[in-house]
């Protein structure tokens, strides 16, 4: 049976068996009071079809009892020939769970008085009692009434038995998905070095998750979020999220770019009344910088190294999934990590948690939690929440947030690429290679080509931190000859109101406008140790486009005035040597 009609059972009270004509067994020896008893049940119970079946003795009582089919009333006299029909209770009351009635009942006939034989009588199993002489009309009443009662009783096993399978099916779909759920967690939920979080469902499933990725370029995504709704429900919306931000991190996408394919998905594959509240960090150890974005989320805290609150980030942003690529806004907000001690997030689960006396735990009391040491912030503001609620259970999902971002830049700097004495170590000994690509036309948009050179870096034998400088460097000079040599955009437009969204949205526009004619070629080539010198030593990536080229000189003085457009910056600080050759579009850079 399916579940659609398991509910549509349940709902209309529909017991299949309701129809099915009433089995009953009269036992009593007396032949003419046999004839009356049954003529009574043919001719006054008019409610349920009847089919009569008659004993006239004990033992003939006790064989009528080994009818597979069974019975749905007995009549009992207690004074039989050869026998007492209270000494038939007990076996009665055994033969009804073989004939699969949940409820068997069996009216005693007898003109027994007394009240201790009554008692017998309830206590072996019967259901009523008739003293003889008795009213036929009363009779038919009480048989009317134990059948009715017999038949809510079975559609209520019924019910019961439905309601047992929907809830074991349910429970076992619920086993799989938290399985699902457990297995996503433990590939997407990194908790780093400088990174303390702790989340906290109200129900099996939470809304509220907590992601971090490195990108190929040594770079650091973190993102808490916090979905729509609870429970199963709330964790579904989130699936698109996840495969989103880990997919194009593990790829080398900026969090703006990230930002922007989430809103995206999360309105092609989510229900129009979902959406996910977001707090997002990006943190460069190349450039040494943090940048914020807050759609939704109760204000970042940026706390200072006394414990107190430097400056609050509140939120500027709608969610994710309810706005167009041209109203949404991925402006990122730039902190100062100058005696910035750490960074503070909670999803509002926490500050809108109830007490016993019905008052919010509030912003107030989160910020008395704060702490010089954010080791020990994290348990206070869960300590502090717990002795809040007291036996108030969890209204809502709650996600505490610290992340101390020089720890974090110090741990992704310790074998970063700029920290490395010689960067070339890993490929000293390996003979001279050169691999070289070209990609043309809408290609150009799937930024494949960092990524493939640096797993090509590591099947050669080159080290991750080697591997990461080849890929941010190749990302910006890729990026450069696509956007600037072939699609011609200017940098300056980020600099504007929603600049960046125009940006993406005049790139899209131009990418599909290029032809196989429009294209990249990329060289990788690497020249061993000499046996006498170190000269020609070194890895040469060499970036070329068809496009017209542009003015090195007048690019440098742009870039010292704004604050995109630094790439080529980057690119020096992480080689040897970088030349830009005439007429703009050939640019090679030299590590080693």
């Not at 990194?190 to 990108?215: E, H, I, K, M, Y």
């Not at 979020?225 to 609870?230: E, L, Q």
């Not at 440098?556 to 604050?563: F, H, I, N, T």
């Amino acid at each position: 049976m399916s579940r659609s009609q398991m509910l549509t059972r349940l709902a209309t009270h529909n017991d299949p068996d309701a129809s099915r004509a009433r089995r009953v067994l009269v036992v009593e020896d007396d032949a003419s009071l046999r004839l009356l008893l049954s003529a009574v049940l043919t001719s006054r119970v008019s409610e349920f079809e009847l089919e009569v079946s008659e004993a006239p003795s004990f033992k003939a009582a006790n064989a009528a009892m080994q009818d597979q089919h069974g019975f749905d009333l007995v009549l009992l006299d207690n004074y039989l020939g050869d026998g007492e029909g209270v000494d038939l209770l007990p076996d009665l009351m055994a033969a009804a769970k073989s004939w699969d009635r949940a409820f068997v009942p069996v009216i005693m006939i007898s003109g027994n008085h007394d009240q201790s034989f009554l008692a017998s009588c309830f206590s072996r199993g019967a259901s009523d009692y008739v003293v003889k002489p008795f009213d036929v009309n009363l009779l038919a009443f009480k048989v009317n009434a134990l059948l009715q009662s017999q038949t809510v009783q079975e559609q209520l096993a019924e019910q019961n038995s439905l309601l047992l399978e929907l809830i074991a099916e349910r429970e076992q779909e619920e086993s799989m998905a938290r399985f699902a759920y457990d297995y996503l967690l433990r590939r997407t939920h990194l908790v780093d070095q400088g990174v303390f979080a702790q989340v906290v469902s109200c129900s099996a499933f939470g809304g509220d998750l907590v992601l971090s990725a490195r990108t190929p370029g040594g770079r650091y995504l973190f993102m808490l979020t916090d979905a729509t709704g609870h429970g199963l429900s709330a964790a579904i919306t989130l699936l698109p999220l996840v495969r989103v931000f880990q997919g194009m991190a593990q790829k080398g996408f900026g969090l703006q770019q990230i930002l922007i394919e989430l809103n995206r998905h999360l309105l092609s594959d989510t229900p129009d009344d979902r959406f996910v509240a977001a707090i997002c960090l990006e943190l460069d150890p190349l450039r040494d910088e943090i940048k914020v974005w807050n759609g939704g989320m109760p204000a970042l805290l940026q706390v200072g190294q006394d414990g107190s609150v430097m400056s609050r980030v509140c939120s500027s942003h709608m969610a994710l999934g309810i706005l167009s690529d041209d109203l949404f806004d991925v402006a990122l907000e730039p902190l100062s990590l100058v005696d910035t001690h750490y960074l503070l997030m909670v999803s509002d689960g926490v500050t809108e948690q109830m007490s016993p006396e019905h008052q919010p735990f509030g912003h107030r009391r989160l910020e008395m939690c704060l702490r010089a040491d954010p080791d020990i912030t994290l348990d206070v503001i869960m300590q502090a929440l717990e002795h809040f609620r007291a036996s108030e259970p969890v209204m809502d999902d709650l996600s505490v947030c610290v992340v101390a971002p020089q720890r974090v830049l110090q741990s992704l700097s310790d074998d970063s690429m700029k920290d490395e004495l010689d960067p070339l170590t890993s490929l000293r000994h390996h003979s001279p290679f050169k691999w070289q690509l070209s990609q043309a036309g809408l290609e150009l948009g799937q930024h494949r080509v960092p990524l493939l050179f640096s797993q090509f870096l590591q099947e050669m034998g080159a080290d991750q931190a080697l591997s990461e400088r080849v890929f941010t460097i190749l990302a910006e000079l890729c990026a450069n000859a696509v956007d600037h040599g072939l699609l011609g955009l200017d940098s300056q437009i980020k600099e504007q109101v929603d600049g960046f969204t125009t940006y993406l949205a005049l790139r899209d526009e131009r990418l599909s406008q290029l032809t196989d004619a429009d294209r990249i070629d990329v060289l990788l080539s690497w020249t061993p140790t000499g046996e006498n010198s170190h000269e020609n030593a070194g890895l040469i990536i060499e970036v070329c486009d068809t496009g017209e080229g542009f003015d090195m000189q007048e690019i440098q003085k742009r870039q010292d005035r704004m604050m995109s457009g630094r790439g080529l910056v980057l690119v020096a600080s992480l080689s040897t040597q970088l030349e830009v050759l005439p007429p703009g579009n050939l640019i090679k850079v030299r590590i080693g």
